[in-house]
């Protein structure tokens, strides 16, 4: 995906998540470190009053494959209660981390709580996560760039590149 392609999907996302919040007080949650820049720039196509937030979990660590266990790291520095909440994520692959997040989040008191996704890769979901707004659905493979890593690298990359994996690995 180009960064042409990826600025109009999230100038889309921003333009429905301003309609749908109208007059409702709203905090989004970033989840670091895959959807830094995606909520930078995500924020700047919403024309709303909003606060951000931002939580930290355990993801991949050095591996491309999910581990399945997921560990709070940074949890959220204000209540929820009284505001509407979005969830903003790099990408939903098997929807563990998501699962997580949600009940973590839902159980805090929010007025509401919704998912937003950069990329979702559905077809390697093992628990189903309500996707309320999505870029782009994409195929079963590893991707980087737009903050998404491996091992840390690629984060800065303008586009969303596929991994491509050297034939000795
Ligand atoms: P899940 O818990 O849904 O399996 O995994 C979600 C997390 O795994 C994402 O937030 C992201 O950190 C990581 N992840 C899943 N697929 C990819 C991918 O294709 N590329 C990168 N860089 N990270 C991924």
Sequence with gaps: MSAKEIAG???????RITLDYQNKP?????????????LADLI??????????FMAL?????????????????????????HHVLVVEDIVDTGLTLNYIYGHIKSRGALSVKICSLLDK????QV????????????????????LDVDEKYRNLPNICKLVRAIDE
């Excluded at 700047?44 to 937030?53: C, F, G």
């Excluded at 355990?58 to 209660?81: A, Q």
């Excluded at 559905?122 to 979901?125: E, H, L, N, P, T």
């Design 128 to 147: 189903a996560v309500p996707l309320h707004y999505k870029g782009f659905e994409i195929p079963d493979e590893f991707v980087v760039g737009y903050g």
């Design 122 to 125: 559905s077809g390697r979901r």
């Design 9 to 15: 999907r999230v100038d889309a996302l921003g333009k």
């Design 58 to 82: 355990s993801s991949y660590g050095n591996s491309t494959k999910s581990s399945g266990v997921v560990r709070i790291i940074k949890d959220l520095d204000y209540s929820l209660e009284g």
């Design 26 to 38: 709203l905090i989004l949650i970033g989840i670091l470190k895959g959807a830094f820049i995606f």
């Design 44 to 53: 700047r196509a919403i024309d709303l009053p909003i606060s951000v937030d």
